[in-house]
T-cell receptor, first 111, second 114 residues
């Protein structure tokens, strides 16, 4: 089982749609979780951290389920500018140095 | 402006010719790291550094070296590049460790080894 697995993409959705991405991780000792966004040919940028109680930032909601070892990202009212690849990132083995990135899920929002 | 700067941004080289990709950050971050990104494989960590003179292997360190003599710089060295090191490389930094906060990435260095 891969350490961090994400939904296979691409997701093609119309503007205004709600879309959800899931990500599973294999190491139950993982402590920190993030969603990053990467635009085509650009560097990744932090979208949001994921907290145990779940957290929301505008149209974006992240949730963590430790029992099932998955995290999710929900995007409401999709905009054209949301088109990007979304990377699930997990801090493995409780270390401060080693981050594992998922392969990413590509989202394309159409007019 | 707070940033992570990588150089060169693009490089085509030949097998066996030593090269260095520089990385510099101006945010006084303790943590720095190198990743490579390949189609179908995603981002994989090469090396990381928790502070000056402290470096550790990531998941794919073979064929690479790093050094952290100063807080702001974290060069990636390919002593004898091979074609399988053709990739897009990203340097990243963070104030304190990789699990506590935001990683700031450089714009990437696209390396081709012929």
């Amino acid at each position: 089982r891969k350490e961090v697995e994400q939904d296979p993409g691409p997701f093609n959705v119309p503007e205004g749609a709600t879309v959800a991405f899931n990500c599973t991780y294999s190491n139950s000792a993982s402590q920190s979780f993030f969603w990053y966004r990467q635009d085509c040919r650009k560097e990744p940028k932090l979208l949001m951290s994921v907290y145990s109680s779940g957290n929301e930032d505008g149209r974006f909601t992240a949730q963590l389920n430790r029992a099932s070892q998955y995290i999710s990202l929900l995007i409401r009212d999709s905009k054209l500018s949301d088109s990007a690849t979304y990377l699930c990132v997990v801090n493995m083995r409780g270390s401060q140095g080693n981050l594992i990135f998922g392969k990413g899920t590509k989202l394309s929002v159409k007019p | 402006e707070a940033q992570v700067t990588q150089n060169p941004r693009y490089l085509i080289t030949v097998t066996g010719k030593k090269l260095t990709v520089t990385c510099s950050q101006n945010m006084n971050h303790e943590y720095m790291s190198w990743y490579r990104q390949d189609p179908g494989l995603g981002l994989r960590q090469i090396y990381y550094s928790m502070n000056v003179e402290v470096t550790d292997k990531g998941d794919v360190p073979e064929g690479y070296k790093v050094s952290r003599k100063e807080k702001r710089n974290f060069p990636l060295i390919l002593e004898s590049p091979s074609p399988n090191q053709t990739s897009l490389y990203f340097c990243a930094s963070s104030f304190q460790g990789a699990n506590t906060g935001e990683l700031f990435f450089g714009e990437g260095s696209r390396l081709t080894v012929l």
